[in-house]
């Protein structure tokens, strides 16, 4: 359990950097997922009770804006894998037990995949065919060797988000430029302020 923990802390950082400077950058998505959170506790008995797992499982757009900051953040860029038998591919010859690296970035910025690929545009998940899905988003891997913290990282995110639209606000102060080296950093860090809202 401890080796989830661990290994999801990076990546769940990146993903939740990125989700703030995102949103904060593109208001008419914040204020969607707000409404989807905030109906969230106003459809409760009780609006002090923690979110549920059907509550989890309702968060549509939440999951979307999530998967869309996995898809453009990229916080896994590449997943090696060993050939077991010699491949041919455009002419050359892959042979048995080298080792390949898929570089992640160029499935899930593909335009052919994802129209406007660099745009943040969560609502794109409503009507992706999961053929495209499965073969171009593989931020967790993919097939039997996905990560086993992939559920755990998105529900994390999920939570965090919901926890951040209905109870704060924040603006950004400074920072935020993203530099890929190979993986998604803030080479100026990201410096927000965070406010509670008041009921």
């Keep these: 359990m401890f080796g989830i923990l661990f290994a ?20 008419s998505i914040l204020e969607e997922l707000t409404a989807e959170n905030e109906a969230i506790i106003r459809n409760r008995k009780n609006p002090n009770s923690p979110l549920s797992w059907e509550e989890y499982k309702s968060m549509t757009f939440t999951l ?16 090696l894998r060993r050939v077991t038998k010699d491949i041919k591919f455009n002419g050359y010859t892959v042979p048995a037990g080298w080792a390949i690296m898929i570089v992640t970035s160029a499935h899930q910025l593909n335009p052919e995949a994802f129209k406007n690929p660099i745009k943040f545009n969560p609502s794109r998940w409503k009507d992706l065919d999961p053929t495209v899905i499965s073969k171009n988003f593989m931020p967790f891997g993919g097939g039997m060797r996905q990560c086993a913290g992939a559920d755990y990282a998105r529900a994390f995110a999920c939570t965090f988000l919901h926890v951040l639209v209905t109870k704060y606000r924040w603006t950004k102060v400074k920072g935020g430029n993203i530099s890929r080296r190979p993986v998604l950093d803030f080479v100026d860090g990201l410096h927000i302020k965070i406010t509670e809202k008041s009921n």
Excluded: F
Aim: glycine fraction near 6%; charge should be negative.
């Design 8 to 27: 999801n802390y990076e990546p769940i950082t990146s993903v939740i950097l990125l989700s703030l400077k995102l949103l904060s950058e593109h208001p």
């Design 64 to 79: 979307n804006v999530v998967n869309e900051v996995l898809r453009l953040g990229n916080v896994a860029p590449g997943l």
